[in-house]
């Protein structure tokens, strides 16, 4: 019976190593090869428009990343809509998490609306929001005129182009955050609510010192993907402005395309990329320690 079960259990072992092999070669074909490549043009003074061989140079290009003005300009814009993407939505999305926990009339179908805008794909995303952004013929200025207002170049203004994308970015994913508050807000025990009654708390102190608390991992969840997701951003500015006007609206992902496809700067690209890589993986570790710090406690 025990080399039955013996080579029962070598059959499950080759078995489940079979079954597994092929993931870890498309893992390694897709995720460690390219990131390997990434790494290693780095170090090399390579541009494909220079007829000469690519030469070993260190971290010369990492030097060049943190010189470059217009890395540092990119920098600023992602920071900018990543700061005030995510304060804006954690609002909306907390106002509307209270507004649909409550029990109403239609509640399935104002939940299945709300997450339309996550479903659009943000190529479709981008030109109907340009078409929604036309200086004469779009429906956005024809309704500020119609209310007596003045039409705005929405995508064409240095000052607004940002701000524009900031909009869409928002409009598309408060709902993400809408439904991660709300499944937050479901998950809170009744009694909670039901002892802070009992001890005469008012609305106000039920929700900073109760509610706000408990929802504190939720947050934290919201802010690390949407910190990954904004500097991951592209689709939208690609189609709205191009990174324009001149470079107003340009993001690190957009400097890193434009860096590749028209300078075809591969060194210089691939520590780009690497330096990007690396601020997320900060970014990501601290919060990942904060949530872990807190189930401890």
């Known amino acids: 019976m025990k080399e039955i079960s013996t080579n029962v259990l070598i059959g499950k072992n080759n078995f489940a190593k079979r079954i597994t092999l092929p993931s870890i070669i498309i893992l390694v074909v897709t995720v460690v090869g390219p990131l390997g490549f990434l790494l290693y043009s780095s170090f090399f003074d ?5 007829p000469a061989p690519p030469r070993f140079a260190w971290f010369y290009n990492f030097g060049l990343v943190f ?12 920071s900018v809509l990543m700061i005030a993407g995510i304060i804006t939505q954690s609002i909306l999305g907390l106002i509307l998490a209270f507004l649909l926990n409550r029990n109403f009339r239609f ?9 339309l805008p996550i479903m659009v794909t943000p190529v479709v995303l981008g030109f109907n929001w340009r078409i929604i952004y036309h200086e004469h013929f779009g429906p956005l200025n024809y309704i500020i005129r119609f209310f007596g207002g003045a ?25 993400f955050v809408t439904l991660i508050l709300l499944a937050g807000l479901q998950s809170i025990p009744r009694q909670v609510y039901e002892a802070t009654d009992v001890d005469g708390a008012t609305g106000w102190q039920t929700f900073w010192r109760i509610t706000l608390p408990l ?28 990174g324009g006007p001149g470079i107003a609206t340009e993001t690190l992902s957009l400097y890193t395309y434009v860096s590749w496809v028209k300078y075809w700067r591969v060194g210089y690209t691939s520590a780009l990329a690497l330096v990007q890589l690396v601020i997320m993986t900060i970014i990501a570790m601290i919060f990942v320690r904060k949530v872990m710090q807190r189930r401890r406690v």
């Open 107 to 115: 509640k399935k179908l104002a939940i299945t609306i709300l997450a």
């Open 67 to 78: 010189k470059d003005l217009r890395f540092w300009n990119a920098f600023k814009n992602t």
């Open 215 to 242: 929802l504190r991992p939720m947050f934290v969840l919201v802010v690390l993907f949407r910190t990954i997701w904004i500097f991951k951003i592209f689709d939208p500015v690609y189609i709205l402005t191009g």
């Open 151 to 175: 039409g705005s170049s929405w995508i064409a203004d240095p000052n607004l182009a940002l701000f524009s994308i900031f909009l869409v970015d928002t409009w598309q994913w408060t709902p």
């Open 46 to 50: 390579w541009n494909l428009t220079v």
